[in-house]
């Protein structure tokens, strides 16, 4: 891999130093554009973002030259893998992946397992355009004429639901947080505004006022699992101002956002502190995170693509999620290695310290 394109990889994939040996070294100059495009994407929603991750998949299964299946099985991880590592707060890039390698398991040949990958990410996005449809479906009984519901960001699922109610007749408007620091609630606020769905875009601070005088909060998903849901940040603040003024929260949810059990909760990846100051003063420490978590009894109810559910069904359907062992492996040696470094840092900084202290 040309040096450039690597450097791209490793600086948008927030993976460990043995990983990116292990694992991004053995992705393609051809898909490392594609992957490291994913990885700067700080725009799109998780939706989006899984499609294109889908037709990376079956571009690199075309081209797989592996002498053995498990060869191919392991090319075809490896760049899933690097898929996973550039938004690792998207749940659908790890059903997706894990789809795949369950398929790949069918097979033993390489025109079988192309096959079995072809069909793999063809269900898997016929799946997505589904099951968004079933929940804009399923929302349409949270909007009424006159309501009025805050949103965030830039999901599709929202945006496909609230289109869907338009459709349906529902006469509402729609409060848009602008979702700092990339702003992409403007995407959202032009859509609706384009298609005649009266929409005021609010900078992100008075989005938590605007709470107390809305019907409803309704927000997408990029990740659900028992612990909460993960979306963008601001989404957990939304939360406690819906329960604070008794308005219902609900999140436009569907499976392919449900985290698998005993795959652990991806880490915060830190964005670039340029994004939120250009010129940071010295002694200024400024932290971006493009996502929170929102515990799950802060949710009204899920709307996924079997109906509004209570947090309470989802736990049997998260259990019925069979996690790939290969997915699984790697995902303990994440968690393993990042528990070392983590270790490893607070033990030099201990060591500098006594130093200074001797000294």
Not at 70 to 99: C, H, K, S, Y
Not at 317 to 330: D, G, S, V
Request: net charge negative.
């Amino acid at each position: 891999m040309p040096p450039m394109v690597r450097s791209v990889l490793l600086a948008c994939c927030p993976v460990t130093a043995r990983e990116r040996q292990e694992e991004i070294i053995f992705v393609e100059v051809t898909f490392a554009h594609a992957i490291a495009g994913i990885a700067t994407d700080n725009r799109s929603g998780a939706a989006q973002i899984a499609v294109r991750a889908a037709d990376i998949l079956m571009r690199r299964a075309s081209m797989g030259e592996a002498a053995s299946p498990d060869g191919f099985r392991q090319e075809v991880f490896a760049t899933g893998w690097a898929l996973i590592q550039t938004q690792p707060a998207m749940a659908p890039l790890v059903n997706l992946v894990n789809t795949v390698m369950w398929k790949m398991e069918q097979r033993e040949t390489p025109q079988g397992l192309r096959q079995a990958i072809t069909e793999a990410v063809e269900q898997f996005k016929r799946q997505l355009r589904h099951h968004a449809l079933r929940v804009a479906e399923g929302s349409l009984a949270l909007i009424s004429d006159g309501t009025t519901l805050v949103t965030l960001s830039n999901s599709t699922t929202v945006q496909h639901a609230l289109l869907h109610a338009q459709r349906a007749g529902r006469r509402f408007s729609v409060i848009c947080a602008e979702s700092r620091p990339a702003c992409e609630g403007r995407e959202t606020a032009s859509i609706l505004a384009a298609h005649g769905i009266p929409v005021k875009l609010v900078v992100d601070a008075a989005a938590i006022e605007a709470v107390s005088r809305a019907d409803l909060v309704m927000v997408g998903a990029d990740l659900l699992n028992g612990a909460g849901l993960v979306n963008k940040v601001g989404t957990y603040a939304l939360s406690l101002a819906a329960k604070a003024a008794s308005v219902p929260l609900y999140t436009l949810c569907s499976s392919e956002k449900f985290l698998p059990p005993g795959y652990p909760m991806p880490d915060q990846r830190e964005w670039s502190a340029s994004e939120i100051w250009d010129d940071i003063p010295a002694g200024v420490v400024v932290h971006n995170h493009y996502f929170d978590l929102t515990p799950l009894q802060r949710i009204e109810g899920i709307v996924t693509e079997q109906g509004v559910l209570p947090t309470a069904a989802i736990e049997a359907w998260l259990a019925a999620t069979k996690l790939h062992p290969t997915l699984a492996a790697h995902a303990l040696m994440r968690v393993e290695n990042h528990e070392h470094d983590e270790t490893h840092a607070q033990h030099s900084v201990i060591s500098v310290s006594k130093s200074k202290t001797n000294n």
